[in-house]
């Protein structure tokens, strides 16, 4: 089984430069999850969806950040614009549902910005 | 204060040694609680779930202290491919879930 894909890996911009990230969870999983983890810390929730309808953004920085699910599969997460302490990995997740605990984590997309 | 709190380490122990972790939080209406593995620049994975009467796989116990409102992990017979980060998590609800910022383990040969 296809585990949760993430593009890019790695991305290196300049501060007030815009980013997007693109995000396919596995097939079937009905709840995407989008994380930042900034280095030495644990993943912090910046939003996630049921579908294409969203459940939580309360941790997302809504000047700068956008994200969206419309077909309720894959998922593309915006900044714009980028800010040095934006320098992250961010993580995919997915999970069969939203009353399943077990989160499936893609690769992340490594952001540098500089 | 942190929702989670985990002590950093790093803890450094030899093969075959017995490494205990321990995770805090503070949301008492807490109802679900994980240990994630992540090795070094890969993604988080679940190990276990932790439950209310403890469980056990192979090596590795969790427990859960919901009146002192702490878990733990406990490794026993420490191997060297046990060296990672291990993350607490706790959900307030299915799907919310709130990592602590890892405990990192290095085991030596």
């Known amino acids: 089984e296809a585990g949760v894909a993430q593009s890019p890996r790695y991305k290196i911009i300049e501060k007030r430069q815009s980013v997007a990230f693109w995000c396919n969870p596995i097939s079937g999983h009905a709840t995407l999850y989008w994380y930042q983890q900034i280095l030495g810390q644990g993943p912090k929730l910046l939003i996630q969806?049921?579908?294409?309808?969203?459940?939580?953004d309360s941790q997302l920085p809504k000047d700068r950040f956008s994200a969206e699910r419309l077909k309720g599969v894959d998922s593309t997460l915006k900044i714009q614009p980028a800010k040095l302490e934006d320098s992250a990995v961010y993580l995919c997740?997915?999970?069969?549902?939203?009353?399943?605990?077990?989160?499936?984590f893609g690769p992340g997309t490594r952001l540098t910005v500089l | 204060r942190k929702e989670v709190e985990q002590d950093p380490g790093p803890f450094n122990v030899p093969e075959g040694a017995t490494v205990a972790f321990n995770c805090t939080y503070s949301?008492?209406?807490?109802?679900?609680f994980f240990w994630y593995r992540q090795d070094c620049r890969k993604e988080p994975k679940l190990l276990m779930s932790v439950y209310s009467s403890g469980n056990e796989d192979g090596r590795f116990t969790a427990q859960l202290n919901r009146a002192s409102q702490y878990i733990s992990l406990l490794i026993r017979d420490s191997k060297l491919s046990d060296s990672a980060t291990y993350l607490c998590v706790v959900n307030v609800r299915a799907g919310k879930s709130t990592f602590g910022d890892g405990t990192t383990l290095t085991v030596k040969p």
């Open positions: 969806f049921q579908n294409n309808g969203v459940v939580d």
């Open positions: 997740a997915s999970s069969l549902g939203a009353s399943y605990n077990e989160q499936f």
């Open positions: 949301n008492s209406a807490s109802q679900s």
